[in-house]
C-alpha cells in the first residue's frame, strides 16, 4: 500500500560521500517513522538512523556524527546524508516506513560500496 524507491547509491572512496534519497508513495495512511537499514554480505540488516514525523531522530553508534538524516514531511522523502565514509559502510541501504510497530513498507535498496 505503500511504495518505497531509493536512489543515490554508488561506488566511492574511504572519505568520500553520498547522499540517499528515498520517496514514499501517496497513500491513506500517516507514516509516523522513517528510517534507513543496512545489510552487509553474510551480515544481518542493521539500523542506520529513523527520524519520525516530528523530527525525533536516531543514529547507529557507528554512524553518529558521519550521517546526517532528514525528513520532508509535505513531500513524503527521507534522506541520508553520509560523508567521511568507511569500507565498513559498504551495504546494501533500505529505506522503510512505518505506521505502527506491524506496519512497514521496505524499499528496494541502493548499493553503497566504499572502497580502502
Known amino acids: 500500500q505503500v511504495q518505497l524507491v531509493e536512489s543515490g547509491g554508488g561506488l566511492v572512496q574511504a572519505g568520500g560521500s553520498l547522499r540517499l534519497s528515498c520517496v514514499a508513495s501517496?497513500?491513506?495512511?500517516?507514516?509516523?517513522?522513517m528510517g534507513w537499514y543496512r545489510q552487509a554480505p553474510g551480515k544481518q540488516r542493521e539500523l542506520v538512523a529513523r527520524?519520525?514525523?516530528?523530527?525525533?531522530?536516531n543514529y547507529s553508534d557507528s554512524v553518529k556524527g558521519r550521517f546526517t538524516i532528514s525528513r520532508d514531511n509535505a513531500k513524503n522523502t527521507v534522506s541520508l546524508q553520509m560523508n567521511s565514509l568507511k569500507p565498513e559502510d559498504t551495504a546494501v541501504y533500505y529505506c522503510?516506513?512505518?505506521?505502527?510497530?506491524?506496519?512497514?513498507?521496505w524499499g528496494q535498496g541502493t548499493q553503497v560500496t566504499v572502497s580502502s
Open positions: 527520524i519520525t514525523s516530528d523530527g525525533s531522530i
Open positions: 522503510n516506513a512505518a505506521v505502527i510497530a506491524g506496519l512497514y513498507w
Open positions: 501517496r497513500s491513506s495512511f500517516s507514516i509516523n517513522v
